[in-house]
């Protein structure tokens, strides 16, 4: 057994990365089926203006699905920039400090650029 803590730590990031790569797609088909359903920008208004009340929960309806959209986007980013990061061999070092951020929190955070006592310092 020739495993040390590198190897260790190494598999472990390809493990994060094969979760982010399916995280990655899983967001894209997301998109992309978000986009399907139309409610992007003024691309289609509704001809139907009967129920006001139906057109209320409509807008409510688009708001939220713009909301989703944004939030889906930014975890879409926060995947490639992850992912470059591994292949510029910059990931799992904090941001701010430079120190190895632990691969525990590297699992629940996959896109975490800082390590926790940077984080709870509030350090850029
Ligand atoms: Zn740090």
Request: hydrophobic share 25%; charged share 35%; glycine share 8%.
């Amino acid at each position: 057994m020739t495993d040390t803590a590198a190897t260790t730590r190494q598999r472990d990031l390809d493990e994060i990365r094969r979760q982010v790569e399916s995280e990655r797609d899983r967001l894209e088909q997301e998109l992309a089926r978000l986009k399907g359903a139309g409610g992007n920008g003024s691309g289609r208004e509704a001809p139907f203006h009967e129920h006001p009340t139906e057109h209320a929960g409509e807008m409510e309806e688009h708001e939220r699905l713009q909301a989703i959209r944004e939030n889906l986007q930014q975890m879409y980013s926060q995947c490639n920039e992850a992912l470059g990061r591994l292949d510029r061999g910059e990931y799992g070092r904090c941001r701010s400090c430079g120190s190895e951020i632990a691969i525990e929190r590297l699992r629940a955070l996959p896109y975490a650029t800082r390590c926790v006592p940077c984080k709870e310092a509030g350090r850029e």
